[in-house]
Structures are given as C-alpha cells and as structure tokens.
C-alpha cells in the first residue's frame, strides 16, 4: 500500500491583522508569529474512503478534506499525530492541511511545488475560516514577520531561534467566531495597526529585537483589540509579570506564552524549521 509522512510545525501567533479579499487564495493576514519544535506529524495512505485520524481517533478536520478534494479524486486516509490541542491557537490545521498536501504529494507523485501546495493549503484554512496567517509561517519556518498580506507569502524573519518558549492552554476559541465578527474585526485591525509599526520601527533601528520586546507588543495588541478577556488567561499574564516575566496571549486560544517559566506550563522551542517530508 503506497504511503507518504511529511512534517509540518505548529504556529504561534503574537499579532494579526486581517486582510479581506473576495477571492480566498488572495485573503489573509499581516502579522508576527514563529514556529515551534512541536507540530504535527501527518501520513497518507490509500484507502476505500476519505478519512482523518487524530491521535488514533476519527475527526472531521475540514481543512485537511478540503486538500484531499483539491488534490486528488483518490480516497486518501490521514493519520494526523500531535502532542498539542486543536483549537487552542497552535495553527494545527494549518499545520494539518500543510504536511497532507506534501504527503499526498509525495504518495501520488504529483510533481507539485512546495509553494504550491503552500498555496493549495493556505486556501483551504481561508475557506474553511480556520486560520489566516499560519501556513506562510510554517512554510518558511521561524520567527516570521508578515508586512505585506500572508497570501503573498512574503515574509521576513527575526534572529530570535533556538530558545525556549513556555506555554499553557486554558480552552478552545473558534477562530471562526472571530474573524467573522464585524465589531471585533475593526477593533483587531485598528490595533494590530499599531503594533505593526512598532515591530517596523524595531526592525529599522536595526537594533537586536528581543523576544520580550514582541511579546510586550504583542499583550498591548491582545489588550486594545479585546481579545484578551478570559479570566484564566488574564490571570496567567498578570501572575507572570509579577514574578517578572514577559506573557501575552496566544492568537487564537485561550492560551498563554511567555519567555519564563510558569504555573502549569510546558516548555516547547522556537525553531527555525518549514513544514517538510520525513
């Protein structure tokens, strides 16, 4: 039975301002985020029916389907392996949606291009209200700016690799409900504005752009666009800057990282490593 195994990391995002665009290949996203040493580890195989395992267990993962369907008209079965949680602002279904496309890829040797299948991937997250921004991140790998829309996949990257992040997931939040609000869109927009300038600014000072300089900007951003308004979450942030140490919220999960140990926490790394096949 032909199969294949690609690789692709989970996403944090710090800042994200939404870009609208009738067609969903050209939508996305403005932003800061990195990638982590975890992520998710996808294999496909043949099968009688289109069908998505997770951690050993069926899941209706919609944008990993909607890549099946763009890709191919074979039945494909993924097995989708991950240590973290779906909903909780890990960009794992773009992650998803990223490696199935190189595995189906590889499978079926369909000579498609990396970006390519970047693109296929991104547009499913888009269609399917998931994400915005993850897949240009996790093509590339690393510290990711965003100034010019996601789906340009354009991107530069900040010298802030190989080091420790810490991070705490308290519930799901749906991406969804998020982007397609209205009220809160402007609210996210207007100040993910401001913070975009002053990444800009760091960046053209030339100066060593720290991790606690983005996470700063990134709790003002999460604070102004009233994201950040869950108890437990609020609470984290609040306990981690009082024992000193920098935390914002985890776009978009009820989720903290921060760049110190904390209550609860695991530590994963920031690594400089694009989505690839094993």
């Given at each position: 039975m032909k199969s294949a195994k690609a690789f692709a990391p989970a996403n944090i995002s710090c800042i994200f301002k939404i870009y609208l665009h009738q067609n969903p290949r050209w939508m996305g996203s403005y932003g800061v985020g990195f990638t982590l040493n975890e992520g998710v580890t996808i294999k496909a195989e043949e099968s009688k029916k289109n069908e998505v395992i997770f951690n050993n267990s069926p899941?209706?993962?919609?944008?990993?389907?909607?890549?099946?369907?763009?890709?191919?008209?074979?039945?494909?079965?993924?097995?989708?392996?991950?240590?973290?949680?779906?909903?909780?602002?890990?960009?794992?279904?773009?992650?998803?949606?990223?490696?199935?496309?190189?595995?189906?890829?590889?499978?079926?040797?369909?000579?498609?291009?990396?970006?390519?299948?970047?693109?296929?991937?991104?547009?499913?997250?888009?269609?399917?209200?998931?994400?915005?921004?993850?897949?240009?991140?996790?093509?590339?790998?690393?510290?990711?700016?965003?100034?010019?829309?996601?789906?340009?996949?354009?991107?530069?990257?900040?010298?802030?690799?190989?080091?420790?992040?810490?991070?705490?997931?308290?519930?799901?939040?749906?991406?969804?409900?998020?982007?397609?609000?209205?009220?809160?869109?402007?609210?996210?927009?207007?100040?993910?504005?401001?913070?975009?300038?002053?990444?800009?600014?760091?960046?053209?000072?030339?100066?060593?752009?720290?991790?606690?300089?983005?996470?700063?900007?990134?709790?003002?951003?999460?604070?102004?666009?009233?994201?950040?308004?869950?108890?437990?979450?609020?609470?984290?942030?609040?306990?981690?800057?009082?024992?000193?140490?920098?935390?914002?919220?985890?776009?978009?999960?009820?989720?903290?990282?921060?760049?110190?140990?904390?209550?609860?926490?695991?530590?994963?790394?920031?690594?400089?490593?694009?989505?690839?096949?094993?």
């Amino acid at each position: 039975m032909k199969s294949a195994k690609a690789f692709a990391p989970a996403n944090i995002s710090c800042i994200f301002k939404i870009y609208l665009h009738q067609n969903p290949r050209w939508m996305g996203s403005y932003g800061v985020g990195f990638t982590l040493n975890e992520g998710v580890t996808i294999k496909a195989e043949e099968s009688k029916k289109n069908e998505v395992i997770f951690n050993n267990s069926p899941i209706n993962f919609p944008t990993i389907k909607n890549v099946i369907e763009k890709l191919t008209k074979e039945n494909i079965k993924i097995y989708v392996n991950s240590k973290l949680p779906l909903g909780c602002g890990f960009g794992l279904s773009g992650a998803g949606a990223l490696a199935s496309a190189y595995s189906i890829n590889k499978m079926l040797d369909l000579k498609k291009s990396d970006r390519e299948l970047a693109v296929l991937a991104h547009t499913a997250e888009v269609e399917n209200k998931t994400g915005l921004g993850d897949v240009a991140n996790q093509f590339y790998g690393g510290f990711c700016v965003k100034l010019r829309p996601s789906s340009y996949f354009i991107v530069s990257r900040l010298p802030i690799d190989n080091i420790g992040v810490y991070c705490r997931y308290f519930s799901k939040l749906s991406t969804r409900s998020i982007i397609t609000n209205q009220k809160l869109k402007y609210n996210i927009n207007k100040s993910a504005s401001i913070a975009l300038n002053k990444i800009k600014k760091l960046i053209q000072k030339g100066e060593h752009t720290s991790f606690s300089d983005v996470i700063k900007i990134s709790k003002e951003f999460a604070a102004q666009s009233k994201l950040l308004k869950e108890k437990k979450t609020m609470q984290a942030i609040k306990e981690i800057e009082e024992n000193n140490g920098n935390a914002s919220m985890i776009m978009l999960g009820n989720a903290v990282f921060s760049d110190k140990p904390f209550k609860d926490s695991i530590r994963l790394k920031i690594l400089n490593e694009g989505a690839h096949l094993l």
